[in-house]
T-cell receptor
Framework: KAGVTQTPRYLIKTRGQQVTLSCSPI?????VSWYQQTPGQGLQFLFE???????NKGNFPGRFSGRQFSNSRSEMNVSTLELGDSALYLC????????????FGSGTRLTVV | DQQVKQNSPSLSVQEGRISILNCDYT??????FLWYKKYPAEGPTFLIS?????DKNEDGRFTVFLNKSAKHLSLHIVPSQPGDSAVYFC?????????????FGKGTKLTVNP
């Protein structure tokens, strides 16, 4: 079956702009989580959506937001971009259950200049 | 405050030898632990996991050990192969009100030399 698809793979934006990243989970997975990976901080949890509702949120400023659609696809938006937002943004989908079967996409590499 | 720590940023071993990657955690509420492997420009790939009710889980060349009293887990790779060269992340699951999230360590870069 198809894996987790993230688009675009690479993105270059200017400070102050906004950006929207997309994630299509594995078919049947209703939970989508977003993570930010930077060299200094590793992978940090942004938020998790389940059935179009945000269930969990990490410690990121309000400039970072997301949503999930009825088909479980999710988008993440970052407004007023800062240089420090340059990172690899990873999306993971999982099925409900105790096996914590998170599958990650290949990520979107965002560079803010 | 970093709840999951991987204190060795890098590790280098010879092909055929054992690789031991370590991970410490501080939150006693973590009930499940996972190891992920990551190549550059790719997302993390699940490797192996262990429940907090166990102390060992084995899958082929990979074994994870959990010492709850020490809040420590380790990943053993035997024998190591050059294709194992990647960044390895330790992650812990923290259940939160019907949801759960992964808390990651900062990763250990493993290099297996031929």
């Amino acid at each position: 079956k198809a894996g987790v698809t993230q688009t675009p793979r690479y993105l270059i934006k200017t400070r102050g702009q906004q950006v929207t990243l997309s994630c299509s989970p594995i078919s049947g997975h209703r939970s989508v989580s977003w993570y930010q990976q930077t060299p200094g901080q590793g992978l940090q949890f942004l938020f998790e959506y389940f059935s179009e509702t945000q269930r969990n949120k990490g410690n990121f400023p309000g400039r970072f937001s997301g949503r999930q659609f009825s088909n479980s696809r999710s988008e993440m938006n970052v407004s007023t971009l800062e240089l420090g937002d340059s990172a690899l943004y990873l999306c993971a989908s999982s099925s409900q259950g105790a096996d914590y079967g998170y599958t990650f996409g290949s990520g979107t590499r965002l560079t803010v200049v | 405050d970093q709840q999951v720590k991987q204190n060795s940023p890098s590790l280098s071993v010879q092909e055929g030898r054992i690789s031991i990657l370590n991970c410490d955690y501080t939150n006693s509420m973590f009930d499940y632990f996972l190891w992920y492997k990551k190549y550059p420009a790719e997302g993390p790939t699940f490797l192996i996991s262990i429940s907090s009710i166990k102390d060992k889980n084995e899958d082929g060349r990979f074994t994870v050990f959990l010492n709850k009293s020490a809040k420590h887990l380790s990943l053993h790779i035997v024998p190591s192969q050059p294709g194992d060269s990647a960044v390895y992340f330790c992650a812990a699951v923290t259940p939160q009100g019907g949801s759960e999230k992964l808390v990651f360590g900062k990763g250990t870069k493993l290099t297996v030399n031929p």
